[in-house]
């Protein structure tokens, strides 16, 4: 039996998880998917389901067939954590060294600080014109994997 908080919260993950910009951007980080939704139901899953969560629950909730044990949701869940707070202490190791303001790196920091507004502004805008939106948020991917391309040096002349 699916209660209607599962059925609540099973929809906004599956939602957001299915977000283009969401996945491309996933594909490149240091989490996997099961980390990064482990992560995303430990931070948000009581706001999703709109009821308080215990870790059973959160294992219920994810996308795996029937969900996951609890043990395997907090194996997960220390994963992912460790691999977030890792990626923060290396953003904070290159703001210490002035490296967030290398021209290399400035164009993430910026696209960092822009993306979700410009998310947003562009659903609104495009309204219910799914290939123009489709269309523009694969063309923000490509500049996304340009710059990428650049920090990486694959576009450099050798």
């Keep these: 039996?699916?209660?209607?908080?599962?059925?609540?919260?099973?929809?906004?993950?599956?939602?957001?998880?299915?977000?283009?910009?969401?996945?491309?951007?996933?594909?490149?980080?240091?989490?996997?998917?099961?980390?990064?939704?482990?992560?995303?139901?430990?931070?948000?899953?009581?706001?999703?389901?709109?009821?308080?969560?215990?870790?059973?629950?959160?294992?219920?909730?994810?996308?795996?067939?029937?969900?996951?044990?609890?043990?395997?949701?907090?194996?997960?869940?220390?994963?992912?954590?460790?691999?977030?707070?890792e990626s923060i202490h290396t953003m904070l190791l290159l703001g210490y060294c002035g490296l967030l303001e290398s021209p290399g790196l400035a164009p993430f920091v910026e696209a960092s600080d822009r993306l979700r507004s410009q998310m947003e502004e562009l659903r609104k805008a495009t309204g219910s014109d799914k290939a123009l939106f489709e269309k523009t948020v694969k063309q923000m991917l490509e500049d996304l994997e340009q710059a990428y391309h650049a920090l990486m040096g694959w576009d450099r002349d050798v």
């Design 1 to 85: 039996m699916v209660t209607p908080w599962k059925e609540t919260a099973r929809a906004s993950i599956r939602d957001l998880l299915s977000d283009p910009v969401l996945r491309t951007m996933l594909e490149r980080s240091s989490l996997t998917r099961a980390q990064f939704e482990t992560f995303l139901l430990d931070q948000m899953g009581s706001e999703m389901a709109e009821k308080r969560l215990n870790r059973f629950e959160m294992g219920l909730l994810r996308r795996d067939r029937g969900g996951i044990t609890r043990g395997s949701f907090n194996r997960t869940l220390k994963q992912g954590r460790t691999n977030v707070s």
